[in-house]
């Protein structure tokens, strides 16, 4: 059976790890022809070889780019539709964090953290359009989070960018909407991906500990996310299957932004 990105070619940011890998994993599952791109090389490239030995024909192009600027952005792009021969899909994850109460918000971190969650999504989307409205039937699919919309304290910044997103996937989902391309968001809630689990190791905190400690943050399972379980969801959107969906904001949040 056809899997259900079968010939398309899909770009997924920060598919080094994590939700990205995830995502990558899946679509070359469903048939996809992927680039992951990220600025993390050794990562990236051992994402790609873990698919590609895993996953049966799986074509996988793994790219280095700091997204953040624009030219790299238009490189990376233009690499994936040359080299897999289109691009139908992309799906923006890159994304950095950044831990600083709003009241001491330093530019330098304004700096890094619009330039990666915001404007690395507006530079892949822009550079990506004429290949999606080219290749007929595009969909782009941006990662915000569930504190896109929720509040909260000691992350402000990190929020900021997650609302952005949403606004920017609104805007780009009515202009592009005459040109045959999709727009979505998904909002995850605290899914268990490499970042967290060496960040926890850093404070003396081991991955057990870590799955357990979010019984009553994490909405209603008491749990947290696995990559596969928000990989499914931005699937979903990036197929054919939500073709009557675009500007949508999907909360993969087990509850959380209901309670
Ligand atoms: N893990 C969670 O709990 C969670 C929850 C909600 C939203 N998110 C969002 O999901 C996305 C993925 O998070 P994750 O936890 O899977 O892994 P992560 O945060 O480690 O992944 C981000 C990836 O982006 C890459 N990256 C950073 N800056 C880049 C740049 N300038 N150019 C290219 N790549 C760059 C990193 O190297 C990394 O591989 C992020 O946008 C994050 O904000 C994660």
Sequence with gaps: MPGRMAGRVALVTGGAGGIGEATGRLFAEEGAAVALVDTDRAAVEAASAGIVRDVASARVLPLVADLAQEAEARRAVAETAARLGALHCL??????????????AEPKDWELILGVNVLATAYCCKAALPHLRAAGGGTIVNVSSVYGVLGRAGMGQYDTTKAAVLG????????EAPHGIRVNAVCPGGTITPYHIHRAAQRGVSEQQLRGSRARDNGLFGRWAEPREVAYPILFLACAESSFVTGTTLLVDAGKSIL
């Design 91 to 104: 799906v923006n994850v890159a994304g950095v964090r950044v831990y600083t109460p709003l009241a001491e």
């Design 168 to 175: 920017f996937t609104r805007a780009l989902a009515v202009e």
